[in-house]
């Protein structure tokens, strides 16, 4: 506790930036913890596959059964596809993967503005500390030179946190980013092969 209570203490003296800096490690890690819970409610896409195999084999009822009972925006776009009449498959493809791919990359530019915005947060308190650092050092002269190093030491501890912040939400937010292509291109690939499938079966 007395390690947690001299480690508030010290970012306490970085100023009054510091607000907004926490509230952006706040913001940060409501919004990681929201897109874990989303990809973990993703799951595979075995299920999705599997629904293709069975359109491919001209099985259309089964996959859609197995389609709308799986997880994941793939699944969705191929129940899509599937439930539509003749002539209407990749219209309605598309549409659900306008959809789906809005929920893929929801929240993503929160986390890509507080990674920009937390240096510069960082920076500014660091010049406002220095500013009231050369401020005591125009008014006392060289008196105390240890309140001089003390401000200017202390205005830096705002640079350290906005840049601990912006490290820190940049490795998932280029994790989330990079699960994002890797579904948007599962889906293409997807819904490439139930296109042809179906036009194979002289389905339009």
């Known amino acids: 506790m007395s390690q947690i209570a001299a480690l508030v203490q010290t970012l306490a003296k970085g100023g009054p930036v510091m607000i907004p800096l926490l509230a952006c490690s706040i913001v940060a890690l409501a919004v990681v913890v929201e897109r874990l819970a989303f990809w973990w409610r993703q799951g595979d896409q075995g299920l999705a596959r599997r629904a293709l195999e069975l359109a491919e084999r001209g099985k259309l009822d089964e996959a859609v059964e197995v389609a709308r009972r799986a ?60 500013i009231a650092a050369f401020g005591i050092l125009s008014t006392t002269g060289m008196n105390q030179p240890t309140a001089i190093t003390g401000g200017v030491a202390e205005a830096l501890i705002a640079t350290a946190a906005g840049l601990g912040i912006a490290i820190v939400t940049l490795v998932p937010y280029n994790y989330f980013t990079a699960r994002a292509e890797q579904a948007m291109d599962a889906m293409e690939r997807l819904a490439t092969r139930l296109e042809v499938a179906l036009r194979e079966q002289q389905i339009p």
């Open 71 to 130: 997880p994941g925006a793939a699944a969705r776009m191929v129940a899509a596809g599937l439930a539509e009449r003749p002539g209407t498959t990749t219209a309605a493809m598309e549409a659900a993967a306008q959809a789906e791919i809005g929920q893929l990359r929801s929240y993503l530019p929160v986390l890509d503005t507080i990674i920009t915005l937390s240096p510069l947060l960082g920076l500014l308190g660091t010049v406002t500390g220095m």
